[in-house]
């Protein structure tokens, strides 16, 4: 066998917890490597080529203060992502983000990926409610058959613009 044994893996699993949020994310550290979870998962958490002797291991507590999605757009590779927050009173945090393909080793899909995304979640009475009592569905048509009646040079800045009531997104109200 060529060269010494790599060390096993070291799994870390989460047991139990007091006073932690159910919610919130165990951020563990050992080593260069850092793994997440939220505090109530019962998933192990795995650090490759690591043993469980002489290494000392981190365990940040984190609270989750938002949440958005971000579609990507073809061709394009910077965002705004805005979040909204939960109480009127506290202020709408963004941060920006730039997403490109990588040019290192090719990952799993992570757990949620669009790919995995259940379409049952869309079909439920409470979601149809939703989106009809907004009359989302029919505005998307109405963008995506004007879209298809003009052929934009650029579909997404003129679909853009309808989400904006017609006006550029440089226009003054």
Request: aromatic share 6%.
């Amino acid at each position: 066998a060529g060269g010494p044994p790599r060390p096993p893996a070291m799994d870390v699993s989460i047991l139990g917890s007091d006073n932690i949020d159910p919610d919130s994310i165990l951020s563990i550290r050992a080593g260069s490597v850092r793994r997440q979870a939220a505090a109530s998962s019962a998933r192990p958490l795995r650090f490759p080529g690591l043993s469980v002797d002489g290494h000392p291991i981190k365990v940040d507590v984190l609270k989750q203060v938002g949440s958005a999605y971000l579609v990507l757009k073809p061709g394009e590779d910077q965002y705004k992502v805005v979040f909204h927050p939960d109480e009127p009173s506290q202020p709408q945090a963004s941060c920006e983000l730039s997403v490109k393909a990588s040019s290192g080793e090719t990952l799993e899909p992570a757990e949620g990926d669009c790919a995995s995304f259940p379409l049952e979640e869309a079909e439920t009475a409470e979601t149809r409610e939703y989106l009809e009592g907004h009359r989302v569905l029919q505005f998307m048509q109405a963008v995506l058959h004007s879209v298809i009646k003009e052929k934009p040079d650029d579909p997404y800045a003129y679909m853009a613009r309808h989400f904006m009531s017609g006006y550029y997104p440089n226009d003054e109200r």
